[in-house]
Structures are given as structure tokens and as C-alpha cells.
């Protein structure tokens, strides 16, 4: 029986799929549409299961409604079964039913790698993205069965109790959040004066530095990290080389950003695409396909 692929695509091959398990940003800053962008940016095909809608603009969360648990399982089964999926990048969950539904998922398939962004609140807004139920499933069962798991200072003081306000803070926290089970962890600093990202696994502690790009434009700066970091695993490299270029890359896209509203713009995760309009009065018509005017009018 000959495989559906050899027929469809005429050849080409699949780029490696990523899936983002997240919610949804309808000012596409942060969320699926940012991890598909970083996903895109990194020559990888992107597909996502939704946790989430959230009412948000870059002025911030307004509500969240929360995907029905079945729902979210219904849309990862539909992936898994459909794609061989190189990577798992988790984000905002927004329910203990949904973050329990992803460790069933996870269970199930046994993907190669596994980025948990512990998302719990928002940068602006009170409005909590994980209820606490659901943070407390994270910490006990969701974090273990994550290849590394990626929180803030925030996010990092949530799980541990540990007060998180400098590096010796991310550090004992990361190590921490080894001991609670996590396999390997990188507590991001990005508020911080100076950008540092400590990372956490086995008995290694290193800090990795970075510049302060000015910009207010950060919106989706974690999403980006994290999925960036699950693209550079899902290509082969290692964790400590992953989180060296996701760094790279996200102060880039944070340099090239631009405001797209009122608030804090989003990240500019395509920076690499930029393309020149045409000079005025040239149209290129394209060689392949039907020209729109030769199309049948329509009846």
C-alpha cells in the first residue's frame, strides 16, 4: 500500500514539527501565534493545540476562557496521530483539568523533547493564566515529565517558596526545582538590569549574561524563549548550546521589534524576513499557476 506522502507534496520534505500547547493572544504577541512565528523563524512547521482564548491586547489580559478539557485532548490526539511531532513546546494552561490532560498526552506519546513554560499570571494584568489547582499539579506531577521547564523570577518564587529577586535567587530556586523533580531548568531573567538566565541540571549551575536591549517592546518574550529552545532541541543541539542561541535570538527579535499598539509591542520573531517592496510600476507577475485575470469569471 503506498504511503499518502509519496503522492502529495511533490517530494519535498517536512521541515521538523513542533507543537505548542498554549493559549491564544488575539494581539498575537505571545501565545501560539508567537510560538509559531519563533517555530517559522527557525525552519520548523508549527501546529498547536489551544488552551485557552484569552481577551488581551498589548494593554493586557482582560479574561481568559479556558478550552474544555476534552476539547484540548480531542486537538492534541488529532496531532499526534497525524504528525510524528519533534518537539513539545507547554505554555499557558489555564486550568488543573487542561495541565492533566497534557500529562496524559505526554505520557501517552513519549515525545524526544519537552519545554514547559510554567506560565501562572501575566506580566500586566491580575488576571491568573493557571488557577491554583493547576499550579500545584504543575509543580507535583506536570514539571518531571518535562525535558527542561523554563519559569521567571515570578514563576520561579511560585513554585519553590523561594523569594527569587537576583541570580543567587535563580539559582538556588533552579536547584530547587531540580530536587522537586524537574530534569533540567532555566530560570530566565529578563527584568532583571542586567539579562541573565541561570541554568540548572545535574549538579551544573551556570549563569549565562546578557545585554539590556531598551526596548519596551517584549511582549511574548518568554513564549519566544521557550519555543525557540524547543526548535533548537527538536535540530539536535544541546540544551546549553539551545539556551545560548534562543538568547541570541529573542534579543535580536527584541531589537528589530516595533510597537503594533498602545502597550508593549510584541517581539519581531520574523526579523530574518524582511522583504523590499517593489520599486513603483514594476509588477512582477508570478510564472506558475493561473494569472487572476485569465480565472473563469464567476456565475
Known amino acids: 500500500m503506498s504511503s499518502h506522502a509519496n503522492h502529495t507534496g511533490h517530494g519535498n520534505p517536512a521541515p521538523p514539527i ?14 501560539v501565534a508567537a510560538d509559531l512565528k519563533t517555530f517559522a523563524a527557525h525552519n520548523c512547521y508549527g501546529v498547536a493545540a489551544v488552551t485557552a482564548l484569552t481577551v488581551q491586547s498589548t494593554l493586557g489580559v482582560r479574561s481568559v476562557h479556558s478550552t474544555p478539557s476534552a476539547t484540548l485532548r480531542a486537538q492534541m490526539d488529532a496531532l499526534a496521530e497525524d504528525s510524528s511531532i519533534a518537539a513539545v513546546k507547554i505554555g499557558m494552561l489555564g486550568n488543573r483539568a487542561n495541565a492533566a490532560a497534557v500529562a496524559e498526552f505526554l505520557d501517552k506519546n513519549q515525545f524526544p523533547h519537552v519545554v514547559l513554560d510554567p506560565i501562572s499570571r501575566p506580566t500586566t494584568g491580575e488576571t491568573e ?4 489547582s493547576g499550579v500545584k499539579f504543575l509543580r507535583d506531577e506536570l514539571l518531571k515529565r518535562a525535558s527542561v521547564i523554563t519559569p521567571n523570577l515570578a514563576e520561579a518564587e511560585l513554585l519553590t517558596g523561594i523569594e527569587v529577586k537576583d541570580v543567587n535567587g535563580m539559582k538556588a530556586a533552579g536547584q530547587k526545582l531540580l530536587e522537586m523533580g524537574a530534569r533540567a531548568v532555566i530560570v530566565t531573567g529578563g527584568h532583571l538590569e542586567k539579562p541573565t538566565d541561570v541554568l540548572c541540571v545535574g549538579d551544573q549551575v551556570e549563569a549565562f549574561g546578557g545585554d539590556h536591549v531598551r526596548s519596551p517592546n517584549t511582549h511574548g518574550s518568554g513564549c519566544t524563549f521557550s519555543s525557540a529552545i524547543a526548535a533548537q532541541l527538536a535540530a539536535g543541539q544541546q540544551l546549553r548550546d539551545a539556551l545560548i542561541l534562543a538568547k541570541a535570538y529573542v534579543t535580536k527579535a527584541i531589537e528589530k521589534s516595533y510597537a503594533t499598539g498602545k502597550g508593549a509591542g510584541p517581539l519581531n520573531q520574523l526579523f530574518r524576513f524582511h522583504q523590499e517592496p517593489p520599486p513603483r510600476g514594476v509588477h512582477e507577475v508570478p510564472q506558475h499557476g493561473m494569472h487572476p485575470a485569465a480565472e473563469p469569471a464567476a456565475t
Open 18 to 31: 513542533l507543537l505548542t500547547i498554549a493559549g491564544f493572544d488575539p494581539s498575537c504577541g505571545a501565545g
Open 129 to 132: 493564566l493557571l488557577d491554583a
